[in-house]
């Protein structure tokens, strides 16, 4: 089984422009989790849904960011305008929310913003 | 109330020595309790779990230890190889059914292991 399938794996902006990071979680899991990992910060939960609504958001930076999840196997994480302090690897990970709290994480994004 | 902490910050073992790392919490609403290991350039992984209603589990060479009434909980490594050298992040999480699955994740361990 394919795992935690998130594009670009690397992605080099410049300052101001939109970001897009893409996210296909597990088939059949029904919870999907962005973070943000830094050196600074460590790993942030961003937002997270469950059956493709979103449930918590409070990670989220600023109203720069947002995160869609239009259905249950695609969801995006858009920064707009980027910012060079938006430089860090994103993460997605989905889990099945039945019983065991495991998430599985993607290979991650990492983006820089000059 | 929310937040895990974890030490050491860093941690370096010779090779077949023993790694601890520790982790201690607040909320006592959490009830379950993982750790996850990152290697460089990958996402986190599950390594083992553990819920409150035991004091230790054993996978291997990795065992976590559970204090309930200390709030606290460590990750042993036993013979510690080189291959274990890698980030290892200790989590908790209340399960809640309208919560779904959040962790709250520790600041991370990067352990060293030395041939």
């Known amino acids: 089984d394919a795992g935690v399938i998130q594009s670009p794996r690397h992605e080099v902006t410049e300052m101001g422009q939109e970001v897009t990071l893409r996210c296909k979680p597990i088939s059949g899991h029904n919870s999907l989790f962005w973070y943000r990992q830094t050196m600074m910060r460590g790993l942030e939960l961003l937002i997270y849904f469950n059956n493709n609504v979103p449930i918590d958001d409070s990670g989220m930076p600023e109203d720069r960011f947002s995160a869609k999840m239009p259905n249950a196997s695609f969801s995006t994480l858009k920064i707009q305008p980027s910012e060079p302090r938006d430089s860090a690897v994103y993460f997605c990970a989905s889990s099945y929310h039945q019983g065991t709290y495991e998430q599985y994480f993607g290979p991650g994004t990492r983006l820089t913003v000059t | ?115």
């Open chain 2, 1 to 115: 109330q929310q937040q895990v902490k974890q030490s050491p910050q860093s941690l370096i073992v010779q090779k077949g020595g023993i790694s601890i790392i520790n982790c201690a919490y607040e909320n006592t609403a959490f009830d379950y309790f993982p750790w996850y290991q990152q290697f460089p350039g990958k996402g986190p992984a599950l390594l083992i779990a553990i819920r409150p209603d035991v004091s230790e589990k054993k996978e291997g060479r990795f065992t976590i230890s559970f204090n309930k009434s200390a709030k606290q909980f460590s990750l042993h490594i036993m013979d510690s190889q080189p291959g274990d050298s890698a980030t290892y992040f200790c989590a908790a999480s209340t399960g809640r059914e309208t919560s779904g699955s959040r962790l709250t994740f520790g600041e991370g361990t990067q352990l060293t292991v030395n041939p």
